[in-house]
Nanobody, 124 residues
Framework: QVQLVESGGGLVQAGGSLSLSCAAF????????MGWFRQAPGKEREFVAA????????YYADSVKGRFTVSRDNAKNTLYLQMNTLSPEDTAVYYC?????????????????WGQGTQVTVSS
């Protein structure tokens, strides 16, 4: 049973930083792509970043490129999303997801497992 558990959300002022964590349980994710998505109220779930666990390749949405960084800790089976220079437009529930593929995926239906989400609120 695959389980993804996000943590690290909270309230931050515009221009600030937050780091999200996604702890993965249930299997080895070396042949998976991990993704970060977000969903603001009244909006569709939006791709943020993806990470190929095997090769370490990353891919970012244009809206976060240069501000957000994905990293991993193999020993802890944990993925991180470092978010810098946050703006109110980044306010959303952030989700971690896993796809049973080694190819980078950017759409929600491509992912097989999802975490419960963590709220990020950026005040102006």
């Amino acid at each position: 049973q695959v389980q993804l558990v996000e943590s690290g959300g909270g309230l931050v002022q515009a221009g600030g930083s937050l780091s999200l964590s996604c702890a993965a349980f249930g299997r080895t994710f070396s042949s998976y792509v991990m993704g970060w998505f977000r969903q603001a109220p009244g909006k569709e779930r939006e791709f943020v970043a993806a990470f190929n666990w095997n090769g370490g390749r990353t891919y970012y949405a244009d809206s976060v490129k240069g501000r957000f960084t994905v990293s991993r800790d193999n020993a802890k089976n944990t993925l991180y999303l470092q978010m810098n220079t946050l703006s109110p437009e980044d306010t959303a529930v952030y989700y971690c997801a896993a796809a049973r593929t080694i190819a980078i995926q950017t759409t929600p239906p491509s992912y097989d497992y999802w975490g419960q989400g963590t709220q990020v609120t950026v005040s102006s």
